[in-house]
């Protein structure tokens, strides 16, 4: 047996030798998956659902034998620690707990300092919730992807639908949390907006303090200026106040409402979010998917998820599910390519350029170029429906992710300054609620 | 700037004052008496709104009318509970040591509290508007306010103040407390429990900053961190005003409500700022705060 033992480790040694550095590896007992998310402070609303979500997600993959044959296991870590404290943390995942792949992060201020540590540490790492375009723009990764769209394409869908559906508007008004998400959105927004409605005009661009209690000032200003629209890219606590707050005074009846990324606040609001507010989701996510709603699998991924947490998912959880459909088609990938031997780390990055995944909508692409992921945009109206407590999507429209994003190797704000004004006019199919 | 826009931005700026009154004016009283500066008088503020918005939406059911009272009721629950056991056995073990461990002990009460608060009541918003709806809106030149906001807090406000006056000036009460804040020893000397009267003070202060929080409640949402924003707030009007002044937090929680109110309608951007650039001039001219007087020192 001994001899056996001492054949078989020589086999083995040279098998490893012959094979160079970047050889096949043996299969690991378990896959480690580190997952900086929010656990504290007011993005919370995203990370302990995504949270859930991730626990969901990797429990269904090892009932299912793993990935390639080797089950998944999480750590977590705290994006609300923030600074120093995330990033000695993520360290931590990567030097002492040794994971395979992280999952970072939610925020693009912690994007901004994780995705350079990741590249310098060699360490597989997947953007999966944060929307800074400028982050994938700067700098070419090797080990850094983000697997659902930017904030580009994000705001650049919620725009066109305006257009779309309420093309004659003369004033808009924005009122958005004062910090880089609310300041970037709409830069990109009213950047877009000049070039295909170069007559309307900005009344109120107002920016109150991140995290704000109340905003009676900010809406009575509106309420005497009258814009036509008024954006908003707020989330959480935040955006439900505002809109409690203006629809307590008739705000939103007396304007056309915009919640850019409103998705994650529907359920909350309940019967307070009115009819007729326009509603984006970050990506086509939305748990009553037009194109999705029938298959079996996402009703049952939904109806799991509400048992365990009592609300249906959010974008955060559809993104979550997105990291990890991501590096399931990556290892698939280069297994297939390696004759099924278990691929080292760089083998599964090379399989991560063009590879298309799908998580709980259209599928989405890994562009190889910058690897930014190319990811559809469901945006719709809010309307009552019978079997719900609270407003449901109407009149979704899909937007093709190839036609809103950004070239590779363009900037952002450059490219939208070079978009036709009939560019919001391109044929987007459009869906009714349970139709 | 019309008489329109004007109109507007005061009576935004009063309902904005009258809140912070409330959270401010309990720091104060308990600095000015106990002189703890109390680091989780936020988290009072966020216990006071989230105790409230629970009672309010259980008791909802029965009538929506008893949402009113159960702001008052978890507001002296926070106050008397958490208050009355943090003094007891917190601060007053500390009391004459070094000032620094009265901030440390608070600080970490904080971080307690705010754990706690997400493990009580989770991270998801929690919103219960019965208060407002049930009041009707008012309209002020075209724009519609909510009664409650408009109305009913500063009202609430100027009772605080006028009550917290009388009670200090004009009751049995008072006086032992402003004995003990003049002078613990010849208090103590005459007979006055100074340990009973810091408790008291102490769950005085607790309350008004869970009545902030607690008539905040109906108009927003209840997240986890509310209690940060607040405290720093705080902060600056109490130290505006000069620690321990109570009418002082009165005036200077106005002039900051209106002035912010002012700042959204002229220049937004500067609305964040409004508060602590107010704190900064008026502490480089007046050190001691607005209303604060230097004291000679007795040794």
């Known amino acids: ?435 | 700037m019309d008489s329109t826009i004007a109109v507007l931005a005061i009576l935004d700026g009063l309902s904005y004052a009258a809140l912070v009154f409330l959270v401010s004016v309990g720091l104060s009283l308990i600095f000015g008496v106990l002189r703890i500066v109390n680091v989780a008088h936020g988290s009072l503020y966020a216990y006071g709104a989230y105790t409230a918005a629970t009672i309010g939406l259980a008791v909802a059911k029965i009538s929506p009318w008893l949402t009113f009272p159960a702001l008052l009721v978890a507001s002296v629950l926070v106050g008397v509970v958490i208050g009355g056991l943090m003094e007891r056995f917190l601060l007053r073990p500390v009391y004459g040591r070094e000032e620094v461990l009265q901030l440390l002990i608070t600080f970490a009460v904080f971080m307690i509290m705010d754990n706690l608060q997400r493990l009580i009541w989770g991270v998801q918003p929690i919103f219960a508007a019965d208060p407002v709806k049930l009041l009707p809106n008012v309209s002020v030149l075209g724009v519609n306010y909510t009664s409650y906001q408009v109305i009913l807090l500063p009202l609430v406000a100027l009772a605080t103040l006028l009550g917290l006056r009388y009670f200090l000036r004009h009751t049995l009460a008072g006086a032992v407390i402003l004995a003990v804040t003049e002078d613990r020893e010849a208090a103590t000397a005459i007979g006055i429990d100074a340990r009973k009267v810091f408790l008291v003070t102490f769950m005085i202060g607790a309350s008004l900053a869970a009545l902030g929080g607690a008539l905040a409640s109906p108009t927003t949402s209840l997240v986890p961190g509310m209690g940060t924003d607040m405290i720093v707030l705080s902060f600056a009007v109490a130290a505006t005003a000069g620690l321990g002044q109570i009418e002082g937090a009165a005036v200077t929680a106005l002039a900051i409500g209106l002035a912010r109110a002012f700042i959204i309608y002229i220049q937004p951007e500067f609305e964040v700022l409004v508060p602590y650039l107010i704190m900064v001039l008026v502490l480089l001219v007046r050190p001691m705060g607005l209303f604060g007087t230097s004291k000679v020192r007795k040794i």
């Open chain 1, 1 to 435: 047996m001994t001899l056996f033992k001492t054949l078989l480790g020589a086999a083995a040694l040279a098998t490893t030798i012959l094979a160079g550095p970047v050889a096949a590896q043996d299969k690991p007992k378990e896959l480690k998956i580190g997952i900086a998310t929010f656990l504290s402070g007011p993005a919370s609303v995203f990370g302990v659902p995504a949270k859930a979500a991730a626990e969901m997600i990797a429990e269904d993959i090892n009932k299912k034998g793993g990935i390639g044959g080797v089950p998944v296991s999480l750590s977590f870590i705290d994006e609300g620690a923030g600074g120093e404290a995330l990033v000695s943390n993520y360290r931590r995942l990567v030097q002492d707990e040794k994971v395979d792949v992280t999952f970072a992060a939610i925020s693009s201020g912690s994007c901004v300092q994780l995705a350079p540590l990741a590249e310098d540490l060699k360490m597989m790492n997947f953007m999966w919730d944060c929307g800074a375009a400028s982050i994938l723009e700067a700098r070419k990764y090797r080990y850094v992807f983000r697997t659902q769209a930017n904030a580009t394409p994000e705001m650049l869908a919620v725009l066109m639908y305006l257009l779309k559906t309420k093309p004659d508007f003369k004033t808009i008004a924005v009122v958005n949390q004062d910090y880089a998400w609310g300041r970037e959105s709409w830069e990109i927004f009213s950047t877009a907006l000049k070039q295909m409605k170069p007559d309307v005009k900005v009344v109120a661009e107002l920016f109150p303090k991140f995290g704000a209690p109340d905003f009676s000032t900010e809406i009575s200003r509106l309420m005497a200026l009258k814009p036509d629209v008024v954006l908003t890219t707020s989330w959480g606590g935040d955006l439900d106040t505002l809109v409690r707050q203006a629809g307590q005074r008739g705000l939103l009846q007396q304007t056309s409402f915009v919640l850019g990324i409103g998705e994650t606040s529907i359920q909350r609001l309940g019967k307070d979010l009115p009819e007729g507010i326009i509603v984006g989701a970050r990506g086509d996510h939305w748990f009553l998917h037009p194109e999705m709603k029938n298959d079996a699998g996402f009703k049952a991924f939904n109806e799991a998820f509400k048992a365990k947490t009592g609300s249906y998912p959010i974008y955060s959880v559809y993104h979550m599910q997105q990291a990890f459909s991501a590096l399931q088609g990556a290892y698939d990938k280069a297994l297939k390519a390696q004759g099924g031997k278990w691929p080292s780390r760089e083998q599964v990055i090379d399989a991560m350029a063009g590879l298309e995944f799908k998580g709980w909508g259209r599928p989405v692409t890994m562009r190889g170029e910058d690897n930014q992921g190319l990811e559809a945009q469901l945006v719709g109206v809010t309307k009552a429906a019978p079997g719900y407590d609270f407003k449901v999507l109407d009149n979704m429209m899909l937007f093709e992710p190839k036609r809103i994003t950004n070239p590779a190797g363009t900037k952002s704000v450059d490219w939208l300054k070079t978009l036709p004004a009939d560019f919001y006019k391109a044929v987007v199919p459009t869906f009714k609620h349970g139709g």
